[in-house]
Nanobody
């Protein structure tokens, strides 16, 4: 059974930073591609960033490019999302997702491509 547990959300002032963590229980991240998505009230869940199994390939949405960085620590079975220069429009529940990758450098942008999801962590950016 694969379980993803997010942490690190909270309230921050605009321009501030937060680091989210996604811990994988029951498996090792070495076989999984991981993505972060977010969902604001009244809106659909949207893609934020993804990382391949190898960790060498990443993809970012235009709205966070240059401000967010995804990284992985296989030894800790954890993927991190470092968020900087936060804006009020970044306010949302952030979800970590994972799936078995079809090849080592694959990453996935669509939420329907993921099999496993965490419970979400709230990020609120106050203007």
């Amino acid at each position: 059974q694969v379980q993803l547990v997010e942490s690190g959300g909270g309230l921050v002032q605009a321009g501030g930073s937060l680091r989210l963590s996604c811990a994988l229980a029951g498996q090792t991240f070495s076989s999984y591609a991981v993505g972060w998505f977010r969902q604001a009230p009244g809106k659909e869940r949207e893609f934020v960033v993804a990382i391949s199994t190898s960790g060498r390939t990443t993809a970012y949405s235009d709205s966070v490019k240059g401000r967010f960085i995804i990284s992985g620590d296989n030894a800790r079975n954890t993927v991190y999302l470092q968020m900087s220069t936060l804006k009020p429009e970044d306010t949302a529940v952030y979800y970590c997702a994972a799936r078995i990758a079809t090849y080592y450098s694959a990453y996935y942008r669509e939420k329907d491509e993921y099999n496993y999801w965490g419970q979400g962590t709230q990020v609120t950016v106050d203007s």
